[in-house]
């Protein structure tokens, strides 16, 4: 249960936090994304508006100039480099027709031939053209700008080209990136704030609300969920409650009404039992009427085991049902019920095989009458649904010190969607064609849990049959006779 409870806590908190915190994550890194393309595309479309918007005035005001001679253009060239005012963050140059530097406001650049896409563009186009990129030298990021100079006839006479660095740009794009990444990251820490805030409130009751309803489902009926809530977990506590409040009422009036029916069967079952002994012996009645009695003491006596079987699951449902611990030799007790019962086995054409891995007498706190019962069930158990197999094996040993004990039959075995349900109290298989209560494994359960113990039931590894299992603690002062491993 408490493993369950935790899957559910864990799995239900991990679905809910991946959900939501997922969608946000995408939410905001979308965001990020579009920003950073607005952020970039609007930075260097500012820069390179301003550098054409320079190069346009520029050569506008050369254009009277271009029109006259080449000494003319480089000497004016030369006077507007002089007097160029930004160059401190745009350097300015003047190419000849070749798309060499003649002149530039840096003067390290003059006599290089660039070659850049927008030099090769206006000289070609005679258009203004703009180019960003690295420069093959140094790998700096730059943004160029170049508008052809023109004679009358429209000959290209030279290029006016403005070159930017676009590292002061690069680094301001990055600074709005990461605030905004910043603030994306603030806002995700927010929905997982708000996400755990719902987590605490909302589903830390519903796995309580599951917890508690698990135990009601596994048999604690009466129990009450603490009903803090005014909402509707409180509407769903609330039923749950009166849920397992009615259940208690009708498991009650259902053990009561069980327990008085058994008792009221006692009495005439006794006398037809008795009657029915006694007339069996009686010589003067002939063949049939024998035959006749004989059928009624094996229908008296079935039920009243039945009804044996009733009345102590009644004192199990209303906690009268108690053990008289004592010091006991399990394989001694074990043996002694096989013999007992060996002969009914034998009538049943089964045969038995037992197997004690125990090395020396073990002794162990228990109930023996009790344990008997649970030993006793099971081979009625194996004896009804088990003849086909017509064999059936019982294995005692030690185990991380535990005593293991195993009863297992040939039979058909249990078909898998009902295997999990066999320890139900009244649980009896669809195709089950044996009469019964359906009480006989959930008593021997419930024995074995007194006793500190474990109760399992499957069907066999191998080949065909079912197997129940037995794990009971061995006493402290015993002595641990071997470590050998349990099979079934």
Same mark, same amino acid.
């Given at each position: 249960m408490g493993t369950f409870y935790e899957n559910f806590t864990r799995g239900l908190r991990r679905r809910w936090l991946r959900g939501t915190v997922f969608i946000a994550l995408c939410a905001i890194i979308f965001v990020v994304a579009m920003f950073s393309v607005f952020v970039h595309s609007y930075y260097h479309a500012t820069v390179r508006t301003g550098l054409e918007s320079m190069a346009r005035t520029a050569t506008d005001f050369f254009a009277n100039y271009v029109g006259r001679s080449f000494d003319d253009y480089y000497d004016s060239a030369l006077r507007y480099a002089e007097t160029f005012r930004e160059a401190n963050r745009i350097e300015m140059q003047f190419l000849n027709s070749d798309g060499s530097i003649m002149l530039s406001s840096s003067a390290i650049t003059s006599g290089t031939s660039p070659g850049s896409p927008d030099i090769i563009n206006a000289i070609s186009t005679g258009q203004i053209s703009t180019w960003a990129g690295r420069l093959t030298g140094t790998g700096e990021r730059i943004m160029a700008t170049s508008a052809p100079m023109l004679m009358g006839d429209g000959e290209v006479i030279g290029i006016m080209r403005y070159v930017t660095s676009l590292r002061l740009v690069d680094r301001q794009v990055l600074l709005n990136i990461l605030g905004v990444v910043v603030v994306g990251l603030v806002v995700l820490a927010m929905v997982l704030l708000l996400n755990m805030v719902f987590i605490r409130f909302v589903i830390t009751p519903v796995s309580e609300i599951t917890k508690m309803s698990r135990r009601i489902a596994e048999g604690s009926y009466g129990i009450q969920i603490s009903n803090d809530y005014t909402d509707e977990i409180g509407d769903m506590v609330e039923s749950i409650n009166e849920m397992s409040f009615k259940i208690a009422q009708t498991e009650k009036i259902q053990t009561e009404f069980i327990s008085s029916i058994s008792h009221e069967l006692r009495t005439p079952l006794t006398a037809i039992t008795g009657w029915g002994e006694t007339l069996i012996y009686n010589d003067r009645l002939d063949d049939d009427s024998k035959r006749g009695i004989s059928i009624i003491l094996g229908e008296a006596r079935r039920l009243t085991e039945m009804v044996e079987e009733l009345l102590e699951f009644t004192k199990l449902e209303d906690g009268r049902f108690t053990l008289r611990?004592?010091?006991?030799?399990?394989?001694?007790?074990?043996?002694?019920? @096989?013999?007992? +019962?060996?002969?009914?086995?034998?009538?049943? #054409? =089964? *045969?038995?095989?037992?197997?004690?891995?125990?090395?020396?007498?073990?002794?162990?706190?228990?109930?023996?009458?009790?344990?008997?019962?649970?030993?006793?069930?099971?081979?009625?158990?194996?004896?009804?649904?088990?003849?086909?197999?017509?064999?059936?094996?019982?294995?005692?040993?030690?185990?991380?010190?535990?005593?293991?004990?195993? @009863?297992?039959? +040939?039979?058909?075995?249990?078909?898998?969607? #009902? =295997? *999990?349900?066999?320890?139900?109290?009244?649980?009896?298989?669809?195709?089950?064609?044996?009469?019964?209560?359906?009480?006989?494994?959930?008593?021997?359960?419930?024995?074995i849990k007194l006793h500190g113990g474990r109760f399992e039931v499957s069907n066999a590894e191998t080949g065909t049959g079912f197997v129940a299992t037995i794990s009971l603690p061995v006493a402290r002062d015993s002595s641990v006779a071997n470590g050998k491993d349990f099979g079934r």
């Open positions: 611990v004592d010091s006991i030799d399990i394989a001694a007790e074990l043996e002694e019920t @096989i013999f007992t +019962f060996r002969e009914i086995l034998h009538r049943g #054409e =089964l *045969e038995l095989d037992f197997n004690n891995d125990l090395e020396h007498p073990l002794l162990i706190p228990g109930d023996p009458d009790r344990l008997k019962q649970v030993f006793l069930n099971i081979f009625d158990n194996a004896l009804k649904h088990g003849r086909d197999g017509k064999r059936i094996e019982v294995y005692i040993g030690l185990f991380e010190e535990q005593v293991l004990i195993s @009863i297992r039959d +040939f039979g058909p075995g249990v078909p898998p969607d #009902e =295997l *999990e349900n066999i320890k139900m109290k009244f649980f009896k298989g669809k195709n089950s064609k044996e009469r019964g209560s359906g009480i006989g494994l959930a008593i021997c359960e419930e024995i």
